[in-house]
């Protein structure tokens, strides 16, 4: 029987119809297709972010999506964190990731933030890298197109043909994490779609 603590588990991403189809956006694509599943509908929370309470895969989980912006995500994160009373391990970051080919997911446990701006700030507001993140690939930008322009554009038309499967299979190892554990969770996800 799962413990009933909660998870946290946070999308990445920045607040507004602007920005809703970008590849730096796909944390919050991800925890959209989470809400559904669990039922629920975003609502504001005094913490700077949209939460929905529910439960998936038989745990209860809390999803959020801060409104600040990306390099800005750590305060609502931690404010989060100290409302629900979820500990670092019980953190699951969902977020974009250049250095993995498009359609592609890691999972893991801590490590750098490789230049992500919102990782950064979640880990110097929570004090520790020790968190889980799934890292859903997005690929690097085409010749010498700067990193920071590439992740504020909307996925190309080719990319958004398999994108509702792509966020599908982020939000099944959420699910994964939660049930299996970091190591089952790897083996499954870590093959090529």
Not at 107 to 122: A, E, P, T
Not at 145 to 168: C, G, H, I, P, Q
Request: hydrophobic share 35%.
């Amino acid at each position: 029987m799962p413990s009933d603590d909660p998870w946290l588990v946070v999308g990445l991403g920045n607040p507004g119809p602007d920005y809703a189809g970008n590849r730096h956006n796909a944390g919050f694509m991800v925890l959209d297709v989470l809400a559904a599943t669990a039922g629920g509908r975003f609502k504001s929370h005094r913490a700077r972010a949209d939460v929905v309470e529910g439960r998936l895969a038989g745990h209860r989980v809390v999803l959020a999506k801060p409104k600040s912006y990306m390099n800005e995500s750590g305060g609502p994160v931690r404010a989060l964190c100290d409302f629900y009373k979820v500990p670092l391990d019980r953190v699951i970051v969902v977020h974009d990731e250049l250095d993995i080919p498009y359609g592609t997911l890691r999972l893991k446990r801590g490590g750098g933030d490789n230049g992500h701006n919102g990782l950064r700030s979640i880990t110097k507001s929570l004090g520790g890298r020790d968190y889980l993140r799934v890292r859903f690939g997005i690929g690097r930008p085409p010749g010498r197109m700067d990193a920071a322009a590439f992740v504020l554009r909307d996925f190309s038309a080719t990319e958004r043909k398999e994108l509702d499967l792509n966020t599908d299979r982020a939000a099944d190892a959420v699910e994964a994490l939660l049930t299996e554990g970091l190591d089952r969770a790897q083996n499954t996800f870590h093959t090529e779609p």
